[in-house]
């Protein structure tokens, strides 16, 4: 299929898994028993009641952007898979080829917008 638009969707792909991880790291420790899991730092600003507060508060918006972060880290894995399996662009439930535009739009799309309109909703 078209060679050169996988090609340059590997790249972009690439970029942003990179811009995902420097994200993750920023915010979160590495885990040493899962590849690709971060866990989320608790930040230490001091020991006052408001700062305490404020602790938690930043550790609860780590902890969401950590899942989100992860979430996309994994699309982005999983469809660079599929570009080395060749099986890049392929609708995972009927099978046919995506359109490019839907992967421009979408370059981690799972489904083709027929069946994602069918089936899955937000995906
Ligand atoms: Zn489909």
Do not use: W
């Amino acid at each position: 299929m078209f060679k050169k638009f996988v090609a340059s969707k590997k790249k972009d792909l690439q970029e942003r898994r990179h811009e995902i991880k420097k994200q993750l790291e920023s915010i979160a420790e590495k885990s040493t028993r899962v590849k690709n899991d971060y866990e989320a730092r608790f930040p230490e600003y001091g020991r006052a009641e408001d700062e305490n507060a404020d602790e938690v508060a930043n550790f609860v918006d780590s902890l969401s952007l950590e899942n989100n972060l992860e979430n996309a880290l994994a699309e982005v894995e999983a469809a660079l898979k599929k570009i080395a399996k060749n099986e890049y662009g392929i609708c995972e439930d009927c099978g046919k080829e995506m359109s490019k535009k839907r992967l421009e739009a979408l370059p981690t799309a799972q489904y083709c917008i027929d069946c994602k309109d069918k089936n899955h909703g937000s995906v």
